[in-house]
């Protein structure tokens, strides 16, 4: 059997420590082997243990629900031999990485276990979109990782009060997180990040095309990540990522690489809507009504910061777009948020009907 010593010597650099050790106790009374997941594909996975990269099935942890599959980055206790070997439990995870699926069930799927940090690549060849920034925020900090946006590519933006402008504009869009500029292809800007990641473990998402695969291949410094060159009508790129890979880094540190995202659905993340959108939040506490909508109410201070400037009006849409999707997600499931919503909407229509009747009045 594996030595204590041994498995700390051979997972520290992939983030075992004494906390997991102590968590992983009862499966080794049981004698299994722990080891983290490297990477996931139909079903089995890649583990990484003291004795090495095993590859294992998965079908002993309950595989219907999306939230509860072996996904890459968790602890896991796997048999210590065997052919087949099965991953018989995972950890407790401390954070968790989610979006709704495209099911209409509305389910979560959870895409990287135990994350410290959550790398937003943003690719600067293409116009930025501020608000699909704000969503993979609000997933990040929903998670209960600390975001950071990388705007990636910056060789292409040489003029430097451009690139300024464009690095404020995401700073305006992401309050409390960290905007870096990086060229992979120059090495502008890595040392930054590399001591930003060189602890904990980080996972890099982004769209197909934002430059993922060649910022980890930097990262990792080598050409572990296949790299295909972005189309010129739109900047996207084909998904050269398939799998969601683990890879320990060699300054310190673990990197979790995605696929592109195509689509980043909200899953009751509330929170994370309110950490991106904290200065909405904050005006709101200035509203007349607690339940303002920030929409016609007398009093409404978030209103009163559009107009006045001192608030961006597609900041406040944005907010409003992404409290609308996630209300509409959680009630899906909860019948009581169902509930409060349809007397919200109606009580909303009999003031629009009331309004319109006041008006008919004075036409008269």
């Not at 583990?47 to 602890?75: L, Q």
């Not at 410094?221 to 050269?240: C, F, P, S, W």
């Amino acid at each position: 059997m594996t030595s204590t010593s041994a498995v700390f010597s051979a997972l520290a650099p992939y983030g075992w420590d004494e906390a997991w050790a102590d968590a992983f106790a009862p499966y080794a009374a049981d004698g299994l082997l722990p080891g983290r997941v490297v990477r996931v594909d139909r079903g089995q996975c890649d583990i990484v243990t003291a004795d090495g990269t095993v590859r294992a099935d998965t079908e002993f942890v309950v595989p219907r629900d999306p939230m509860k599959v072996v996904c890459t980055g968790d602890w896991v206790a796997v048999d210590p031999g065997g052919d087949p070997r099965y991953v018989r439990a995972y950890l407790p995870r401390r954070t968790a990485f989610v979006r709704s699926t495209s099911s209409k069930r509305s389910e979560g799927q959870i895409l990287a276990a135990n994350v410290d940090h959550a790398v937003v690549a943003v690719s600067l060849a293409l116009e930025l979109d501020l608000g699909r920034v704000e969503r993979f925020l609000a997933l990040a900090w929903e998670s209960g990782a600390q975001p950071v946006v990388v705007l990636t590519k910056a060789d292409l933006v040489p003029d430097p009060v451009t690139l300024a402008h464009l690095v404020q504009d995401v700073e305006t869009s992401a309050p409390g997180v960290p905007v870096l500029t990086v060229s992979a292809l120059h090495g502008d800007g890595l040392d930054v990040l590399v001591a930003l990641v060189g602890s904990g473990t980080s996972v890099l998402l982004g769209q197909s095309g934002a430059g993922k695969s060649t910022l980890a291949n930097a990262l990792v410094g080598a050409d572990v990540m296949d790299v295909r060159a972005a189309r010129d009508v739109d900047g996207k790129g084909r998904h050269t990522t398939t799998t969601r890979n683990l890879l320990a880094l060699p300054s310190g540190g673990v990197l979790i690489d995605t696929p592109g995202l195509r689509g980043v659905g909200l899953f009751d993340a509330e929170t994370g809507v309110g950490q991106v959108f904290s200065e909405i939040e904050e005006l709101a506490g200035g509203c007349r009504f607690h339940d303002c909508a920030h929409e016609t109410e007398p009093g409404c201070a978030v209103r009163s910061a559009v107009e006045n400037g001192e608030l961006p009006e597609r900041r406040l849409e944005s907010y409003r777009k992404l409290m609308r999707e996630n209300q509409w997600i959680v009630a899906k499931t909860d019948a009581r948020v169902r509930a409060e919503l349809r007397r919200d909407w109606k009580r909303k229509g009999a003031e629009g009907r009331a309004a319109m009747q006041a008006k008919r009045g004075r036409w008269k």
